[in-house]
């Protein structure tokens, strides 16, 4: 095998092959000509990508590698590492889209001889969009040497965007790894980034400026110039990270995103992105923006207190030494002209600390801090925590009048996200309340209507200087109730009453015992491969409908997912009247059949599956045997923290269509009753919640 071949894992081999990760192991159990590890660990082997696919298709399990996939795999498996594989296909598809004719002429030689007349139009191109080599770029010009190994990717990755474009090919590329990879990234979701770009107002035409301090993938200042089609577009990006890499791939990826027609140049737009630490080492000292849109390390100790005593940014007070995101906030507000804005997302302890009051003292006082959002669990990670968004202006020479501070809380539980999670949250009903709040603040818009008002409130920063400065809207809003007080309250008991009447009729009668049944049996992977029914499998592919999540498939709920922004060309996959929805994780006896009103979703990531043929195999027969707990426990695999349904191995009897609709009806009554039960619950909760809250708020008396 030559020494820079592309390795690819069994999860690899899984997705080329498009079966589980079981099937592979299978296979090497199974088959002695199976290709032998060439890298990896025991646990983890990884294989050649060559290798593999010749096996694949002289065993007559892949007549073609997608090229999506063969260009995924070969990036992940790059022997210098993923990052470096997408550095290196950034700029060659930055030269890509600067000039394609220069590009066929480069690859129409071999691949060591490509290498070495790559790096020099590589120079030139990123040259011409982030300036001269010297000049402290984020991206410098790999060599022939760095560049060999990459060939066969950028050949691929350059196909690839001959059918998809530049810009959507490098963002499924990135996209694929932050999602193979999240615990390796800071991430600032795509909805949360486009939120906090929209309160930075980064649309409008007074914003022409933009700075990302801590840039990471660039999440937010790819947020900051919106759609393709935007009209307004900020002219200036700038950004920082201490990470060379990731430095390296935002500058890519926001060059890319700005990118004109090919055989241009922006030259209008100035895209600067700096590598270093940005409190240590500030590289835009003298930079006043319009805006500055900041998803800030968390918790940092080591963050420059010691040498950083004096530095005048500390305008607002010095930040103790575990006060590192007060720090922050005071960097993005010295990088702000006169009436900028700046949007941070930060911890909710930021807001309470005792060791940060003085400074959330002074910029209240001096009208610094506008608004406290709490966001719900689920919105960013660390996705169990609740982290707020404050938004920032600096003030300008004329003082302000009786300054307030708008809180705002989006974190109040209801009937559709009870249960949490970041696939259950309604992004839209979250920007929606957020941003009527905030305009009707500024006076753009008139004060919203409830509901979204009864969880904002412009709070007199004179109620706010006491010892503590509290800033957290929970201490400072009204509960957030359950419910809208005592008439609503009756109408959830009304709900419950009759919820409880149509569980009790739909009580299953008294099973009639009877001698276990022997029946011959067939497994899910027979039954499709007779083709007797279609097995896929979820993803986070792009669209415009509603996502069909797990917790909805767990908790019966309606689509509550959001489809995937700004990322992979993947076509979803849309359900059907009549399929049967299965998690992956988990080891939960849960299946969904789909009903015409949730037809059209697309499927989740953690769902598989499965359409049945109607002529061969009734869906209600399908999923009652599915249940079945034994079934589960037999299909499932317990090799790591998590138990992993392989519904390959689900086994169901063999029975006629007549008999199996028979058994389909009666587990189709067991489903009504069950999910009787379960609207009971909820509504059960929500009543004794609401009538504890409002005997606590008064609102409810004990009479």
């Given at each position: 095998m030559p020494e820079n071949a592309t390795e690819v894992t069994a999860a690899g081999i899984a997705r080329l092959a498009g079966v589980g990760r079981a099937a592979v192991s299978n296979w090497r159990r199974r088959h002695a000509d199976f290709p032998q590890p060439v890298g990896g660990t025991e646990t983890s082997p990884s294989f050649a990508l060559s290798e593999v696919e010749r096996w694949l298709r002289d065993q007559g399990k892949l007549v073609e590698v997608p090229l999506r996939e063969r260009v995924w795999q070969q990036l992940t498996g790059h022997p210098a590492g993923p990052v470096t594989a997408l550095v290196h296909t950034g700029c060659a598809l930055l030269l890509v889209n600067r000039s394609p004719?220069?590009?066929?002429?480069?690859?129409?030689?071999?691949?060591?001889?490509?290498a070495g007349v790559l790096s020099l139009a590589l120079d030139d191109a990123l040259a011409d969009r982030f300036g001269p080599a010297g000049n402290g770029r984020a991206v410098r010009t790999p060599d022939r040497?760095?560049?060999?190994?990459?060939?066969?990717?950028?050949?691929?990755?350059?196909?690839?965007?001959?059918?998809?474009?530049?810009?959507?090919?490098?963002?499924?590329?990135?996209?694929?790894?932050?999602?193979?990879?999240?615990?390796?990234?800071?991430?600032?979701?795509?909805?949360?980034?486009?939120?906090?770009?929209?309160?930075?107002?980064?649309?409008?035409?007074?914003?022409?400026?933009?700075?990302?301090?801590?840039?990471?993938?660039?999440?937010?200042?790819?947020?900051?110039?919106?759609?393709?089609?935007?009209t307004s577009r900020p002219a200036a990006l700038h950004a920082q990270e201490s990470?060379?890499?990731?430095?390296?791939?935002?500058?890519?990826?926001?060059?890319?995103?700005?990118?004109?027609?090919?055989?241009?140049?922006?030259?209008?737009?100035?895209?600067?992105?700096?590598?270093?630490?940005?409190?240590?080492?500030?590289?835009?000292?003298?930079?006043?923006?319009?805006?500055?849109?900041?998803?800030p390390p968390f918790n940092e100790r080591n963050w420059g207190h010691d040498e950083l005593a004096?530095?005048?940014?500390?305008?607002?007070?010095?930040?103790?030494?575990?006060?590192?995101?007060?720090?922050?906030?005071?960097?993005?507000?010295?990088?702000?002209?006169?009436?900028?804005?700046?949007?941070?997302?930060?911890?909710?302890?930021?807001?309470?600390?005792?060791?940060?009051?003085?400074?959330?003292?002074?910029?209240?006082?001096?009208?610094?801090?506008?608004?406290?959002?709490?966001?719900?669990?689920?919105?960013a990670p660390p996705y169990g925590i609740p982290l707020h968004l404050w938004v920032l202006r600096r003030p300008g020479a004329e003082p302000r009048p009786t300054p307030e501070l708008l809180l705002i809380d989006t974190a109040e539980p209801t009937e559709q996200t009870t249960g949490g999670g970041r696939d259950r949250l309604d992004l839209t009903a979250l920007r929606h309340a957020v941003l009527d709040a905030w305009h009707a603040y500024e006076g753009q818009r008139p004060q919203p209507a409830a509901p979204h008002s009864a969880a904002s409130r412009t709070v007199p920063v004179i109620e706010l200087l006491d010892d503590d400065v509290d800033l957290a809207p929970a201490r400072h809003l009204p509960s957030p109730a359950a419910t809208g007080g005592p008439a609503e309250l009756a109408g959830v008991r009304e709900r419950l009453t009759t919820t409880l009447g149509l569980a009790t009729?739909?009580?299953?009668?008294?099973?009639?015992?009877?001698?276990?049944?022997?029946?011959?049996?067939?497994?899910?992977?027979?039954?499709a491969r007779a083709g007797a029914l279609q097995l896929r499998h979820g993803g986070t592919g792009t669209g415009t409908g509603p996502v069909l999540t797990e917790h909805d498939?767990?908790?019966?709920?309606?689509?509550?997912?959001?489809?995937?922004?700004?990322?992979?060309?993947?076509e979803p996959?849309?359900?059907?009247?009549?399929?049967?929805?299965?998690?992956?994780?988990?080891g939960v006896t849960v299946v969904r059949v789909v009903d015409e009103a949730t037809a059209g979703a697309a499927l989740g990531r953690n769902l598989q599956l499965l359409r049945p043929d109607p002529a061969v195999l009734d869906p209600w027969f399908l999923a009652g045997f599915l249940r079945g707990t034994t079934n589960n426990r037999q299909a499932s695999s317990h090799a790591s923290t998590a138990t992993r349904l392989d519904a390959r191995r689900l086994q169901l009897p063999r029975l006629p269509l007549a008999e199996q609709r028979r058994y389909g009806e009666r587990f189709r009554a067991l489903a009504a009753f069950e999910d009787a039960l379960r609207l009971a619950g909820r509504l059960g909760g929500q009543l004794v919640q609401g009538l504890y809250d409002g005997l606590t708020d008064g609102t409810v008396t004990p009479e």
């Open positions: 004719a220069a590009w066929r002429e480069i690859t129409g030689v071999s691949d060591e001889r490509m040497a760095e560049l060999l190994p990459s060939v066969p990717l950028l050949r691929g990755a350059a196909e690839l965007a001959a059918g998809t474009g530049v810009r959507e090919t490098y963002e499924f590329l990135l996209g694929r790894q932050l999602d193979a990879n999240p615990r390796q990234y800071t991430l600032t979701p795509p909805g949360l980034a486009e939120l906090m770009a929209e309160l930075a107002g980064t649309g409008g035409p007074g914003v022409r400026t933009v700075l990302d301090p801590a840039a990471g993938t660039g999440a937010l200042l790819t947020a900051a110039l919106g759609p393709a089609d935007a990470d060379p890499g990731l430095a390296a791939v935002t500058a890519l990826r926001l060059a890319l995103r700005t990118a004109d027609a090919p055989g241009t140049t922006p030259r209008d737009r100035t895209l600067d992105v700096r590598t270093g630490d940005t409190l240590r080492t500030d590289a835009f000292p003298r930079l006043a923006a319009d805006a500055v849109l900041c998803h004096y530095d005048p940014r500390w305008e607002y007070g010095f930040p103790a030494r575990t006060e590192s995101e007060l720090a922050w906030v005071q960097h993005a507000l010295a990088r702000l002209r006169d009436g900028g804005t700046a949007v941070l997302l930060m911890p909710p302890a930021a807001a309470s600390r005792r060791s940060g009051r003085r400074i959330r003292a002074d910029l209240l006082r001096r009208g610094a801090l506008r608004a406290v959002i709490a966001l719900p669990a689920g919105a009729s739909l009580t299953p009668p008294p099973p009639a015992p009877t001698a276990p049944a022997h029946r011959p049996l067939t497994t899910i992977g027979e039954l498939v767990l908790g019966s709920t309606p689509p509550s997912g959001a489809p995937a922004a700004g990322g992979t060309p993947e996959v849309l359900v059907e009247a009549g399929d049967v929805v299965v998690p992956v994780l988990g």
